[in-house]
């Protein structure tokens, strides 16, 4: 019985293996298959949209990442337009794939990422999007990880616009912890990728928004 339980672990770990990790880069229907099995499963954490609130569960790395974009309701309109065409994942190691439509609550996308001389699948899906005029103007969504993704938790990503001072912001807040056992192993790796897209979307955005000014 203990044998066959190992051989049970072993052959579920090295098939999610080579779901999420493999040396080719997937092509575009092996990712569509990707997101359509996960589509069909469960969020692997119960503090669903908690990124609403400055206050993250217990148990989580956290991570607050901002950049001022410029000035002004153009440069929110065109942050926002941005945020809601996944700009902020358009990077030379990360893409994100993504139904084409804007993004809404249930929506399941995968981000592909390259890292190690591995092509890495994760899957997350579309908990809420939120639109506000009070007490600040911003418009944000985030997502929560689905069970083939290297971490647990939610990152909310959002672009606001402050009537104190007329600045716009895109702001980048995210909870998370090692899910997998290879990402628990390599942790000292995964948070420096972790802070690495952090600062390569923030720059993205800032690029974005200066691209629509010309």
Not at 24 to 45: G, H, M, N, S
Not at 159 to 182: C, G, K
Request: aromatic share 12%.
């Amino acid at each position: 019985m203990v044998t066959h339980a190992r051989c049970w672990w072993f052959i579920t770990f090295t098939e999610k293996l080579e779901t999420m990790f493999d040396f080719r880069k997937p092509d575009p229907a092996q990712i569509d298959d990707f997101i359509e099995v996960q589509a069909q499963l469960e969020l692997t954490y119960s503090s669903i949209g908690a990124t609403r609130s400055p206050a993250p569960p217990d148990g989580f790395q956290v991570d607050h990442n901002r950049i001022c974009l410029g000035q002004g309701r153009a440069v929110y309109e065109q942050a926002k337009r941005a945020l809601q065409d996944w700009q902020h994942f358009r990077l030379n190691w990360v893409s994100l794939h993504h139904p084409d439509a804007l993004p809404e609550p249930g929506q399941t996308v995968a981000i592909l990422a390259h890292a190690l001389g591995l092509w890495v699948l994760n899957a997350s899906r579309v908990v809420y999007v939120l639109e506000e005029t009070e007490p600040i103007q911003r418009y944000a969504f985030a997502y929560g990880t689905l069970p083939e993704h290297a971490e647990c938790g939610e990152e909310r990503f959002q672009v606001e616009w402050r009537s104190d001072d007329d600045s716009v912001w895109y702001d980048l807040y995210a909870f998370s912890r090692p899910q997998q056992l290879l990402s628990k192993i390599a942790y000292p790796y995964v948070r420096r990728k972790q802070k690495q897209f952090a600062r390569d979307s923030l720059q993205t955005m800032k690029a974005a928004v200066g691209k629509d000014k010309k």
